[in-house]
């Protein structure tokens, strides 16, 4: 167990922990939250021993073995060794006991008189590192690091050769294979793209030690931890449960310190009238002195702090457009002097539709967005826009297209069309968080969630009805994340997005775009769907096995029609008839197949044809529901998807049935 004890740390004067006490069992599995800048990288530094509490001590097992993810890139020593001989030093005391190890085998050579001590030695570290993983280790940091989007050629490269984001990868690929007591992640999800994320998550489901885990990804929080650690305003407060259980504790915990306050500020301002009223009265001198000294006593209740942004994002209602509302075909493209990256890619995007893209980094999901845009042109192929279709887009560098020294309102105004009103300018940045002295702030000063809220702003003074946005979520808080989330999923607009956000694709997306050998796959369904999917391409059904008659008494039902015995003691004529009753229910078997297979393709083209209705409803002049069609448009997508999976079982059946049929033979005996 680990005790965090009455720790005290401050900056300057600025307390960072004040009095904090917090308890972590050995096997518990901790998210840690709160707000950025209240510790929580802190709280690591002093559990690993780099920072010394200014007051308070940490209690912990002697001899715990610890890996921990920093947020920061490797130093310069470590970057010029080679990626895989970086990784693979994940366990500090195997170099100690490899050069302990020599050195007994040296003086094995040298002094064999005392030989049976040191080969005892010998034999208790060989143990030892056996039992730490030492002859595998490099077999893991290359299953690790490929795990991770990295290619077995780049395994020799210097680390220092790789970006920021990808020497993070590879410190954590470190980590993952260190094989702690203690695993401490900071940020872990960051420059991770959804596959690496995935694999993430599995290696720390199997992992068996004391998890911490400071994050801002609600996946990894609601899958991995069963405790929650909240660090703010130098308190540490401990909640019994996840993610979820935390944030419905904590909302109910506020309205409970709302309610005691405004009994609390009740009570005062009664003493103080009472106070203020017999003061000068002798007669009541000495209840107004007693009242003083109740007035003294009632301790001010302090609310806790928001944890991240805490208004409203609202997007404005789209203009309506034509459907589709963009087209690609054909589409191939390659950067000058690079490999094709794209080819042969074609999509068709609906009015209305969310369309998550996903894959590896490197495959694409970024360069496809700006092909759709217009911000870069294909070699081949084209890409079409429908009636009316306006683009808004937000890149992942959007940080970079911001003047510093500009303020919040001019940054949205110069955002507006040539000779358009600024009438509406102060709802537009209100409905992204910004009112008041806000819209004076400089753009140097914003914070990351700030500027994305900016971005946001700057898109819908021209409301666009076809977005593209590329890591969204990139800087926002838990809270910004969820508020962003619910807009975009309420949005009647079209959206397309790429994000390593995987609650934020759960939350928005109902199709799923998926990177694949230079093309893309085209997933007719949420996330979910898509693992579903993709994990029975990956994993097929066998073919069934057509059996020979001879051996068909032994066989297995269905698929396979075995023809049964006849009869010998039938006449000719009898057992013509028997081949032909057989034949007959063949022959109604398969019709019943043949029946299932149209049903469902006329129950698909039924709901295609109500779409196509919707669809043009939405894209029309006249004065439409929008928020009943679209409700509309999202019950007949669930109900396509069902009737896609009826045909692909009943084609699927009725593919076997035929491939499986034993005709009976046809002549006279």
């Not at 709160?34 to 912990?60: C, H, Q, R, W």
């Not at 199709?511 to 230079?518: L, R, S, V």
């Not at 996330?527 to 999917?533: A, G, I, P, R, T």
Request: with cysteine; charged share 30%; aromatic share 8%.
């Amino acid at each position: 167990m680990i005790d965090f004890l009455n720790i005290c740390k401050g900056y300057g004067g600025d307390p960072i922990f004040d009095n904090a006490s917090f308890r972590i069992n050995a096997g518990d599995r901790v998210g840690i939250v709160g707000p950025n800048g209240a510790g929580k990288s802190t709280l690591f530094a002093i559990l690993t021993g780099e920072l010394m509490p200014d007051k308070g001590y940490v209690n912990m097992p002697k001899n715990i073995r610890i890996a921990c993810l920093k947020q920061q890139l490797p130093g310069s020593e470590e970057a010029a060794r080679p990626l895989i001989d970086f990784t693979a030093d994940a366990i500090p005391e195997l170099k100690r006991m490899g050069e302990e190890l020599h050195g007994i085998e040296t003086l094995l050579q040298r002094e064999p008189g005392d030989r049976e001590r040191l080969l005892t030695r010998h034999g208790e570290l060989q143990s030892a590192m056996e039992q730490l993983g030492a002859y595998h280790l490099r077999n893991d940091a290359e299953a690790a690091l490929c795990n991770l989007g990295f290619q077995v050629k780049e395994l020799e490269k210097p680390l220092s050769s790789f970006s920021g984001g990808w020497q993070m990868r590879a410190a954590l690929a470190r980590v993952l294979i260190a094989r702690p007591d203690l695993l401490m992640l900071d940020e872990p999800s960051n420059y991770l793209d959804i596959p690496a994320v995935e694999y993430l998550h599995k290696v720390l489901v199997g992992f068996k030690g004391t998890l911490l885990l400071i994050s801002h990804d609600r996946y990894l929080l609601r899958k991995l931890t069963a405790i929650t650690l909240e660090v703010n305003a130098g308190q540490v407060t401990r909640y019994p449960g996840d993610y979820d259980f935390y944030r419905m504790e904590r909302e109910n915990r506020r309205r409970t310190l709302e309610a005691a306050k405004r009994n609390n500020e009740r009570k005062k301002e009664h003493l103080e009238r009472g106070i203020d009223r017999f003061r000068a009265k002798s007669s009541k001198a000495a209840a107004a002195k007693s009242w003083k000294k109740a007035l003294d006593k009632i301790e001010d209740i302090e609310l806790p702090d928001e944890l991240g942004y805490s208004g409203a994002i609202r997007l404005p209602e789209p203009p309506p457009c034509g459907t589709p509302c963009a087209e690609i075909t054909d589409l191939a493209f390659a950067y000058s002097g690079g490999p094709a990256l794209l080819h042969d890619v074609s999509l068709r995007i609906e009015n209305g539709d969310k369309i998550a893209f996903i894959g590896y980094n490197g495959t694409g999901k970024t360069t496809l967005l700006k092909l759709l845009v217009g911000r870069l042109k294909p070699d081949a192929g084209k890409v079409w826009y429908g009636h009316h279709v306006n683009i808004g887009y937000q890149a992942q560098e959007f940080s970079e297209l911001l003047v510093p020294e500009q303020s919040v309102f001019d940054t949205v105004r110069g955002a507006l069309p040539p000779g358009a009103s600024t009438a509406n300018l102060m709802n537009v940045l209100g409905s992204f968080g910004f009112s008041g002295d806000d819209t004076e702030k400089l753009c140097k000063v914003l914070s990351g969630g700030e500027k994305i809220r900016l971005s946001f702003a700057r898109i819908f003074v021209n409301p666009p009805n076809l977005l593209v946005l590329d890591e969204p979520t990139t800087h926002l808080d838990v809270r910004a994340r969820e508020l962003l989330q619910e807009a975009l999923k309420s949005y009647p607009g079209t959206v397309c997005f790429v994000s390593h956000d995987l609650e934020f694709i759960r939350g928005v997306a109902t199709t799923i775009i998926a990177m694949e050998d230079h093309s893309i796959r085209r997933y007719y369904g949420n996330y979910d769907y898509y693992l579903e999917k993709s994990q029975s391409l990956k994993n097929p059904p066998p073919e069934p096995v057509k059996v020979p008659a001879k051996t068909a008494a032994k066989a297995p039902a269905a698929p396979v029609k075995p023809e049964p015995a006849e009869d010998p003691d039938l006449s000719g004529k009898d057992r013509r008839r028997e081949r032909a009753r057989q034949r007959a229910g063949i022959a109604g078997i398969k019709r019943k197949l043949e029946q299932r297979v149209a049903d469902a393709e006329a129950k698909l083209a039924r709901l295609e044809a109500r779409q196509q209705e919707l669809a043009g409803m939405m894209s029309g002049g006249e004065k439409v529901d929008f928020a009943s069609v679209n409700r509309e448009l999202s019950e007949i997508q669930a109900a396509m998807d069902q009737a896609m999976e009826e045909w692909e079982n009943a084609a699927w059946d009725l593919q076997s049935f035929l491939k499986g049929e034993e005709s009976p033979a046809d002549h006279p005996a």
